[in-house]
């Protein structure tokens, strides 16, 4: 068993707040593992992305991602980490090209002080090429469409060639065609480079064709962690609950 | 006689061009990284610095890096220990260093509006000397090196401060780093346009330069032609209205800006949006 991402009795707070965004969650995950979360709104999946990459302050319990410690090590965590953000959008104006935007994905991994080589650009070509946004490449951002835009943040997070993805709905702005063909070019990857990958959604299509484990998360809380189809069916339940709670 | 003003013109046109080149260079990204607060707090910084060299009979100069490099400090590492939000400090670090300025300017009476008080005030050609020259060139060295070296860091955290840090950039010392870097450009060439007005100097520049392309490679070049030409065109100004040397940098830049914003494409085409 290759262990890549733990957490034991996780709780994370957000400055300024006293209720944890995520409580008291333990989660394993292996090598080469697809996990997609889902839950309502505010639930913690984006919280608990966030935590598992070291980008916010641990409240307590123990977070290990590739064997190190997320808080002493996390920015060598970071550097094996692609990640997409949820609604990143550039706004129009922003002085940086598609390729810019992809490039730099690489540059943890390029190491301080040195500078992007010829190989770094094929590589961030490569990924802009495998999710067809590679005649982009000269393009502002922030003239990108926001399908065009996810397009290229996931391209980022390909382009650095990483152990771990974390994708926070990157299919949200993608058009009908895409939101089928992504997915399962993300799952392509992910089995060929042996990834670990958790992707947050709520695109519940998708995850039942696309993994065998999913979470739901409810009120900070992992509430099922099991087959698409049991997480469906506890979503399900909680959806009839709710609109019985509402008549 | 002619020999000492061609020094000084010489001086002056040399001082002009480095202080107008690194104020627009680092301007860039004291705007890019939203640390213009920042920034109007380190000048002032070096403003109350240079009132207490005055005052005090030493260097204004050292004096002025010195309270330059506490404030970047006391905005930069300390701020975030005790985790105060950049608003929040630089509210009150502004303030303070004007306050204290105005204490050390009065604390002498007998000093009052002399010439080297005018100069710390609004700035003066004659002012600059051969060592802030040579100071200038130095610093314009030193800092292009480190640009060069850490421009993929300073690239990524202007598109994005978050992002880069999920990249596996620690982005705080590159941060600290702008902020130090800014406060001794600051300091350098305040004589030239005096404490109120430094700011200025590192941001209109950038902020004209903005408004005209969306290549960050273009801009990090244009935005200190404009510092150069912004404050060649104000010491021109300056010389034949016999005006205040720093004021007329100022309105010029202004200018510069205002006429950036009328006439930007960028600005158009998203209207047309």
């Known amino acids: 068993m290759d262990v890549i991402i733990k957490l034991e009795d996780v709780s994370t707070v957000y400055e300024g707040e006293n209720r944890p965004a995520i409580k008291d969650v333990n989660l394993t995950l292996e090598r080469n593992e697809l996990v997609y979360v889902v839950g309502p709104n505010a639930a913690g999946k984006t919280t608990l992305l966030e935590t598992i990459n070291g980008l916010l302050p641990l409240f307590r319990g123990k977070i290990s991602v590739l064997g190190l410690d997320v808080l002493t090590r996390g920015r060598m965590v970071r550097c094996e980490i692609g990640y997409v953000p949820q609604d990143f959008m550039v706004e129009p104006g922003e002085p940086y090209t598609a390729l810019d935007v992809v490039l730099m994905g690489r540059y943890g991994r390029i190491g301080t002080l040195h500078r992007p080589e010829e190989k770094d650009r094929e590589k961030a070509v490569e990924a802009m090429r495998l999710l067809g946004v590679e005649e982009l490449a000269d393009r502002p951002m922030g003239k990108l469409s926001g399908g065009q835009q996810q397009k290229v943040m996931l391209a980022r997070a390909i382009a650095k060639k990483p152990k771990i993805l974390l994708l926070d709905e990157p299919f949200s702005n993608l058009d009908p065609e895409s939101k089928e063909k992504i997915p399962s070019l993300i799952r392509r990857l992910h089995e060929e480079n042996e990834l670990t990958t958790i992707i947050v959604t709520h695109d519940i299509h998708n995850m039942l064709k696309q993994c065998h484990r999913a979470i739901v998360m409810i009120n900070g809380r992992i509430l099922i962690d099991g087959s698409p189809e049991k997480a469906l069916a506890t979503i399900n339940r909680s959806v009839a609950f709710s609109l019985e709670a509402i008549q | 006689?002619?020999?000492?003003?061609?020094?000084?013109?010489?001086?002056?046109?040399?001082?002009?061009?480095?202080?107008?080149?690194?104020?627009?260079?680092?301007?860039?990204?004291?705007?890019?990284?939203?640390?213009?607060?920042?920034?109007?707090?380190?000048?002032?910084?070096?403003?109350?610095?240079?009132?207490?060299?005055?005052?005090?009979?030493?260097?204004?100069?050292?004096?002025?890096?010195?309270?330059?490099?506490?404030?970047?400090?006391?905005?930069?590492?300390?701020?975030?220990?005790?985790?105060?939000?950049?608003?929040?400090?630089?509210?009150?670090?502004?303030?303070?260093?004007?306050?204290?300025?105005?204490?050390?300017?009065?604390?002498?009476?007998?000093?009052?509006?002399?010439?080297?008080?005018?100069?710390?005030?609004?700035?003066?050609?004659?002012?600059?000397?051969?060592?802030?020259?040579?100071?200038?060139?130095?610093?314009?060295?030193?800092?292009?090196?480190?640009?060069?070296?850490?421009?993929?860091?300073?690239?990524?955290?202007?598109?994005?401060?978050?992002?880069?840090?999920?990249?596996?950039?620690?982005?705080?010392?590159?941060?600290?780093?702008?902020?130090?870097?800014?406060?001794?450009?600051?300091?350098?060439?305040?004589?030239?346009?005096?404490?109120?007005?430094?700011?200025?100097?590192?941001?209109?520049?950038?902020?004209?330069?903005?408004?005209?392309?969306?290549?960050?490679?273009?801009?990090?070049?244009?935005?200190?032609?404009?510092?150069?030409?912004?404050?060649?065109?104000?010491?021109?100004?300056?010389?034949?209205?016999?005006?205040?040397?720093?004021?007329?940098?100022?309105?010029?830049?202004?200018?510069?800006?205002a006429v950036a914003v009328l006439l930007s494409p960028k600005r158009r085409r998203m209207e047309v949006q």
Request: glycine content about 8%.
């Open chain 2, 1 to 257: 006689m002619i020999w000492l003003e061609f020094t000084i013109m010489g001086r002056a046109l040399l001082a002009c061009v480095l202080a107008g080149f690194l104020t627009g260079l680092m301007g860039v990204f004291v705007v890019r990284m939203r640390l213009s607060a920042i920034g109007y707090s380190m000048s002032h910084g070096a403003f109350a610095g240079a009132a207490l060299g005055v005052a005090t009979s030493m260097n204004p100069l050292v004096t002025a890096m010195l309270f330059a490099s506490a404030t970047a400090f006391l905005i930069g590492p300390i701020a975030d220990k005790a985790r105060l939000h950049a608003d929040t400090i630089t509210s009150i670090v502004f303030p303070l260093n004007m306050a204290l300025a105005f204490v050390f300017l009065t604390l002498t009476p007998e000093i009052g509006l002399t010439s080297q008080v005018a100069n710390i005030l609004w700035g003066s050609i004659i002012a600059m000397t051969n060592s802030d020259v040579v100071y200038l060139v130095t610093l314009s060295a030193a800092t292009l090196a480190i640009i060069y070296f850490t421009w993929k860091e300073l690239f990524a955290i202007m598109f994005n401060r978050k992002l880069a840090e999920a990249d596996g950039i620690s982005t705080k010392p590159f941060i600290y780093l702008i902020i130090f870097i800014s406060g001794v450009v600051v300091t350098v060439s305040l004589k030239l346009v005096g404490g109120l007005l430094i700011y200025a100097l590192l941001f209109n520049p950038a902020s004209s330069a903005l408004q005209f392309f969306e290549d960050m490679r273009k801009i990090i070049i244009v935005s200190p032609l404009i510092g150069v030409a912004s404050n060649l065109s104000g010491l021109v100004v300056s010389l034949f209205l016999d005006l205040p040397v720093g004021s007329c940098i100022v309105l010029v830049s202004t200018v510069v800006f």
